[in-house]
Antibody, heavy 119, light 113 residues
Framework: QVQLQQSGPGLVKPSQTLSLTCAIS??????????WNWIRQSPSRGLEWLGR?????????EYALSVKSRLIISPDTSKNQFSLQLSSVTPEDTAIYYC?????????WGQGALVTVSS | DVVMTQFPDSLAVSLGERATINCKSS????????????LAWLQQKPGQPPKVLIY???TRESGVPDRFSGSGSATDFTLTISSLQAEDVAVYFC?????????FGQGTKLEIK
């Protein structure tokens, strides 16, 4: 059974960097049949895919254009986890953030983490 | 980006009656390599992450009751709940998962009449 456990601060100040981690059990971040995604949800933007990282002979990451200049998604193979770093945050980045595994579809979701951007 | 549009935004149905939610994509999401549509239906209850009910437009995920069914192809899709139960009160989203950025409908809130 795959489980994704999210961790990270719930409050971030404007202009700072939002950092979240997703620990994986029951699968490997290096799997060649899965991608590891971050999705956020807010009342104003709905469900929004932010990006993903995956291993296919080498590591790759892919990002939504709306956040591409501010976002890094990276794996940590030693801890079997992946992380999100979103820089220069504004109140518009306030949302529930989910880490999600995708094989065929988005099949396993983390529990979600509410992150508020406020001074 | 593929824009997913759902209708209606909200729906109230009596217990035991049929509920139908529609979804339209701005371009075809038919995946020619396996002749399938890259469309999933998600259910979200308060305080929980979304859960996949249907993928490939019509394949029910393991453990999902058979009162849930999906249909449609190319740009037009439907989720049907044949006989609404109290536990089906939730927000439902359609979602395309083959073209990045993956995109979602705005959600349909289903309530009991």
């Amino acid at each position: 059974q795959v489980q994704l456990q999210q961790s990270g601060p719930g409050l971030v100040k404007p202009s700072q960097t939002l950092s979240l981690t997703c620990a994986i059990s029951g699968d490997s971040v290096s799997s060649d049949s899965a991608t590891w995604n971050w999705i956020r949800q807010s009342p104003s933007r709905g469900l929004e895919w932010l990006g993903r990282t995956f291993y296919r002979s080498k590591w790759s990451s892919e990002y939504a254009l709306s956040v591409k200049s501010r976002l890094i998604i990276s794996p940590d193979t030693s801890k079997n986890q992946f992380s999100l770093q979103l820089s220069s945050v504004t109140p518009e980045d306030t949302a529930i953030y989910y880490c999600v595994r995708k094989t065929v579809f988005l099949d396993y979701w983390g529990q979600g983490a509410l992150v508020t951007v406020s001074s | 980006d593929v824009v997913m549009t759902q209708f209606p935004d909200s729906l109230a149905v009596s217990l035991g009656e049929r509920a139908t939610i529609n979804c339209k994509s701005s371009q075809s999401i038919f995946f020619s390599s396996n002749n399938k549509n890259c469309l999933a239906w998600l259910q979200q209850k308060p305080g929980q992450p979304p859960k996949v009910l249907i993928y490939w437009a019509s394949t029910r995920e393991s453990g999902v009751p058979d009162r849930f069914s999906g249909s449609g192809s190319a740009t037009d899709f439907t989720l049907t709940i044949s006989s609404l139960q109290a536990e089906d009160v939730a927000v439902y989203f359609c979602h395309q998962y083959c073209l990045t950025p993956f995109t979602f409908g705005q959600g349909t809130k289903l309530e009991i009449k």
